[in-house]
């Protein structure tokens, strides 16, 4: 599949990464269009390249970023990725929550886009592959499309994950404050290498 990953930071080169070692044709898009070690370009064009994109830029900018590129996303499958954080007080808190969520705000401003919320619930060094002690860990995911939800899902089994998903694209509220739950236990015990699992009875 030709994925393009919006984002050059540690998210974007981890999936990228992870995604070529799968076999599929990945391109970074970025401000620069230079991604050291990836083939690259700006935003747009990879965006209008790709057959699905995956958002990975800092949460502050994913709505704007993304109502820009709504031409070029127009019925293509959009994995946001992204987390709303705001840094400013030392302490990460999220700056959108309980009624709207970044995933709903990047669904708004992109409408023809698919969006699908994944990915911003664990690490980077775990989002393709995962290797834990307990097995496959879960991808929670949410979107309103469901066949584009059938295609981040087979990615994510592709790619070493088990996968939940918890509904329209307003479940994303509830996956925004899982990663809340995440870096709180990250910060408690000092290390990153945690993910989420679901135990079905
Ligand atoms: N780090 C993690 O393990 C992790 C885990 C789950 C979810 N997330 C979420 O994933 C996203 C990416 O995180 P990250 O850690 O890889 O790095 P990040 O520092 O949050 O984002 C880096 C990317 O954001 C882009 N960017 C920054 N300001 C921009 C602007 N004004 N306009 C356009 N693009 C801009 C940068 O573009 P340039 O390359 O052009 O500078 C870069 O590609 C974030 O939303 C984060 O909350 C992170």
Redesign the pocket.
Known sequence: MRIAVL??????TALAKGYTRHGHEVRIG???GVAEGFDAGHYADVAAWAELVVL????E??EE?VRGLALELEGKVLID???P?DHSTGRPELFVGFDDSLGERVQRAAPGARVVKA??T???PLMVDPDLVGGPPTMFLAGDDDAAKATVVALLEDTGWDTADLGGIESSRHLEAM?MAWVAHGLRVGSWGHAFKLLRG
């Open positions: 984002g050059s930071g540690p998210v974007g970025n401000r620069t990975a830029v800092r949460g900018v994913s970023l990725a992204t987390n954080l990915y911003n664990v690490g980077n990663c």
